[in-house]
Each structure stands twice: as C-alpha cells, then as structure tokens.
C-alpha cells in the first residue's frame, strides 16, 4: 500500500520524512511512503532555517485570512497527474498546508471531480490540517461527509487547533488524538502508537480483502492471531486519544 506524504508551508518532503521518523516505525511498516516536494520555491523566510536544510517548498499561495489562493489549481493538476503517474495510492498523510491540500484532493475526489478512474483512498492523516475557506471551494469538497478513514492530530498548543478540529467534521466517523504541543508533529505516548498500529492494520486487512473480492465482514478473518488479536474479531479502538504530557 502507498501513501502520499505532503510537507508543510515552505519546508519539503525530506523535512516531514524527518518529522515523521520520531514516530514508531511500526505503525507505517507495511506501507510505502513517498515525500515530494511542493511545485513552488520558497517565497519567503522559512520556519525551519537554521533547523533543517534548504531548499524549502511550498504548494500554494494564499492570503492573511486563508481566503485566497494563488497557483491552487496548478498545484491540484500537478498533484492529480503525480497520483495518477506514479500511483494508484491508498491514502494522503499531511502536515499544515499539506494536510489542508490534501484534504481538499479527498473532497474533490468523493465528488467525482479529480481523479475519476483513481481508487477511492482508504486513509487520511492530518497532522494540523484545515478546511478552505473559499465558499466556491468548500460548497464541492465539503458537501458530503467523506467515507475515507481519517485520523486527526490536534495540538493544544496549535494555532491551527480550532481549524483542525473543524476538519474532522468532514470525515465520518474520524479517530482523534489530542496532545499538549503546538504545531508541530508530535512524538507519541504508548497509547498513541498503540491506537495508530491498530488503525493501520485494520486498513490493510480491508485492502487485502478487497483485492481477493471478499466482503468488510470477512475482512477481520485476515488478522494475525500473533499481534494479539483474536481470529475473525473486528479490530476496536477509541475515538478519540489524548497524549497526556509531551513525549521525551
């Protein structure tokens, strides 16, 4: 299985690989990640000069009040052709701006407006993501509930906290998982990791399932009896986690 991973406001993909890599390596382990970099050059100073090495990126222009883009659709078209070259993928993971995109590309997909002959996504990852605010926009993403399994990291600290939390309001059914830092991405309690390698693997064994043509109530006879999990039982898991203090 592949994902898409797409970087925050002018940084790149190597830098989300990197912000990433403090998470347990076992909750991706069965799937593919790739990171590339945003269309567009920096356009300005960076967060993280000094932190991590440049060049930086960023996928799209907009305004003080998040209402106005620039290069969107450019940005959309590059993405769409990218999934469609070097895919099929099964799910989008974002951070900030990346996040943001990423769910809009979900929304405009559930309304049949991008990338038609694509598989649906089977996985979404927001790390302080947000919606559009563009009514133009949010009237097509948004307008129905998506059915892709979603899961939303929102910091406490985050400026972005309310809008990430806004978010998940398009995603039925989503698993949240609050933590005391800012915008950032969070290292992870036990929990955490815990919750996250139940949710993954639930998704792969979907997956396996509908390649071999079998029903979602067959789909739970595929867990491994040696991660714990009883044999035809359907994985459970919380709704919502919260990390109780910030992770060393």
């Not at 009883?230 to 109780?244: D, F």
């Amino acid at each position: 299985m592949k994902i898409l991973c797409l970087h925050g406001f002018r940084t790149s993909g190597n830098f989300l690989k990197k912000q990433l890599s403090k998470w347990d390596p076992s909750i991706f382990a069965h799937f593919e990640m790739e990171f590339p970099d945003g269309i567009f050059a920096a356009g300005g100073k960076s967060d993280i000069e000094g932190i991590f090495p440049p060049p930086y990126f960023e996928w799209f222009q907009y305004n003080e009040d998040f209402t106005e883009y620039e290069n969107l659709e450019e940005c959309i078209s590059y993405l769409c052709e990218y999934i469609t070259s070097k895919g099929p993928f099964d799910g989008l993971l974002g951070f900030s701006q990346g996040a943001t995109l990423s769910g809009l590309l979900l929304g405009y997909m559930e309304q049949g407006k991008i990338l038609k002959e694509h598989p649906p996504m089977k996985l979404f990852v927001s790390i302080s993501g947000a919606k559009f605010r563009d009514p133009n926009i949010c009237n097509i993403a948004y307008k129905d509930m998506m059915k892709v399994k979603s899961v939303h990291f929102i910091g406490e600290k985050d400026w972005l906290k309310l809008p990430s939390q806004e978010l998940t309001t398009a995603f039925e059914n989503p698993l949240i998982i609050r933590h005391p830092q800012g915008h950032t991405v969070p290292r992870l309690d036990e929990a955490a990791v815990e919750t996250l390698k139940t949710w993954t693997r639930e998704i792969g064994f979907y997956s396996i399932e509908s390649c071999v043509g079998g029903g979602p109530n067959e789909a739970c006879k595929h867990v491994n009896i040696e991660n714990g999990v009883e044999e035809g039982k359907k994985l459970e898991m919380p709704n919502e986690v919260e990390i109780q203090k910030a992770q060393e």
